[in-house]
């Protein structure tokens, strides 16, 4: 079992719908995650972190938490062509990233249909 | 603006060459991060530093990957000898000590034949 699960995709979805993305993570101490975005042929760019339990919205994005069931999710809403990407799910076994490493899931390719 | 850098952009070496991939953190930051990646094992870390001290390489092939902060404004990783295998896109990513986020290069893409 890798440590970081996402479905691989690809997820298509029609502009203006929510695309919802989800990733599932082994270590049960884990305490920091994250969504990074990736376009085809660029470098991850960070959208999203949360640390408790529940959701964080930021504009379009939501990313929902649930440490009992080890899921970590992002839905965004009114998507749009050029939220056309690959999202990365990140877990980290301590509070913040400078004190450890990330571990990346394979991604989820993700396309909206104009 | 403030980014990472990474040189060369693109490489393409024979099976048995010394590569040699080279990052620029953002001004400032401390801590350094060497990803690969590739379409079957996504993205790995390869190794970290905080502050130029190496904290962790374990993702890395030690008989033949080597990582170095020769000082706080450069980053290196080298390949001796490089095998086919290692090709890849090769990202450093750099951040602050008490920061959420890693900013990520622009990549090396490695083709080794």
């Known amino acids: 079992q890798k440590e970081v699960e996402q479905n691989s995709g690809p997820l298509s979805v029609p502009e203006g719908a929510i695309a919802s993305l989800n990733c599932t993570y082994s270590?049960?101490?884990?305490?920091?995650f994250f969504w990074y975005r990736q376009y085809s042929g660029k470098s991850p760019e960070l959208i999203m972190s949360?640390?408790?339990?529940g959701d964080k919205e930021d504009g379009r994005f939501t990313a929902q938490l649930n440490k009992a069931s080890q899921y970590v999710s992002l839905l965004i809403r009114d998507s749009q062509p050029s939220d056309s990407a690959t999202y990365l799910c990140a877990v980290n076994p301590v509070l913040n990233t400078n004190a450890g490493k990330s571990t990346f899931g394979d991604g989820t390719t993700l396309t909206v249909k104009p | 603006d403030a980014r990472v850098t990474q040189t060369p952009r693109h490489k393409v070496t024979e099976m048995g060459q010394e590569v040699t991939m080279r990052c620029q953190p953002i001004l400032g930051h401390n801590t350094v991060f060497w990803y690969r990646q590739t379409m079957m094992q996504g993205l790995e870390l390869l190794a970290y530093f905080r502050n130029r001290a190496p904290l962790d390489d374990s993702g890395m092939p030690k008989d033949r990957f080597s990582a170095e902060m020769p000082d706080a404004t450069l980053a290196t990783l080298k390949i001796q000898p490089s095998e086919p295998r290692d090709s890849a896109v090769y990202f450093c990513?750099?951040?602050?000590?008490?920061?959420?986020?890693?900013?990520f290069g622009p990549g090396t893409r490695l083709t080794v034949l």
């Open positions: 949360i640390y408790s339990n």
């Open positions: 990513a750099s951040g602050l000590t008490g920061g959420n986020e890693q900013f």
């Open positions: 270590d049960r101490g884990s305490q920091s």
